[in-house]
T-cell receptor, first 109, second 114 residues
């Protein structure tokens, strides 16, 4: 039972443009959401998070939006850079952390 | 380097053998988590510790799996009588225990069962 879903396995974006990665969840009790970035042969690296009392959190080029009524969160990267090419996982926290299956982002120079 | 450290990075073993992995968390972190990740999937929760206490275990964690964190610092994950289906990346993460705190991951141990 996948409680956190990332329906786009891959995304390609031109350098300088905006990348938008999406994530849906099913459990309304989740109260903390995170995005991780993963390069091959490395563990996931924490990017940005948001608690359920907020609807937006920004850190440099990265912004996470949370829509609780739709049970949806998104990660915006602007401007996208080639070094952003990686697999991105969203995660949600209840009594444990649940991860999506990831979206592979390719930023084309 | 003060990040999460996992050893070994790779482990190849024959089916039926026992294996043990080690995780050294970030020193001030009191929570430690174990995950398993297979190709095309996100990390799947196995278990977590608050200090030395194992507080939650997933139903994925069969009787052949055992985890310890004896002094509330490093942790070990042992798999007994390994099976082909145990082949995966085993990830360890740590975090501070209070409030909304992100987990910080190690680079994992890749287990291959022959």
């Amino acid at each position: 039972d996948q409680q956190v879903k990332q329906n786009s396995p891959s995304l390609s974006v031109q350098e300088g443009r905006i990348s938008i990665l999406n994530c849906d969840y099913t459990n309304s009790m989740f109260d903390y959401f995170l995005w991780y970035k993963k390069y091959p042969a490395e563990g996931p690296t924490f990017l940005i998070s948001i608690s359920s009392i907020k609807d937006k959190n920004e850190d440099g080029r990265f912004t996470v939006f949370l829509n609780k009524s739709a049970k949806h969160l998104s990660l915006h990267i602007v401007p996208s850079q080639p070094g952003d090419s990686a697999v991105y996982f969203c995660a949600a926290s209840g009594n444990q952390f649940y991860f999506g299956t990831g979206t592979s982002l390719t930023v084309i120079p | 380097d003060t990040g999460v450290s996992q050893n070994p990075r790779h482990k190849i073993t024959k089916r039926g053998q026992n294996v043990t992995f080690r995780c050294d968390p970030i020193s001030e972190h009191n929570r430690l988590y174990w995950y398993r990740q297979t190709l095309g999937q996100g990390p799947e929760f196995l278990t977590y510790f608050q200090n030395e206490a194992q507080l939650e275990k997933s139903r994925l964690l069969s009787d052949r799996f055992s985890a310890e964190r004896p002094k509330g610092s490093f942790s070990t994950l042992e798999i007994q009588r390994t099976e082909q289906g145990d082949s995966a990346m085993y990830l360890c993460a740590s975090s501070l225990g209070q409030g909304y705190q992100p987990q910080h991951f190690g680079d994992g141990t890749r287990l291959s069962i022959l």
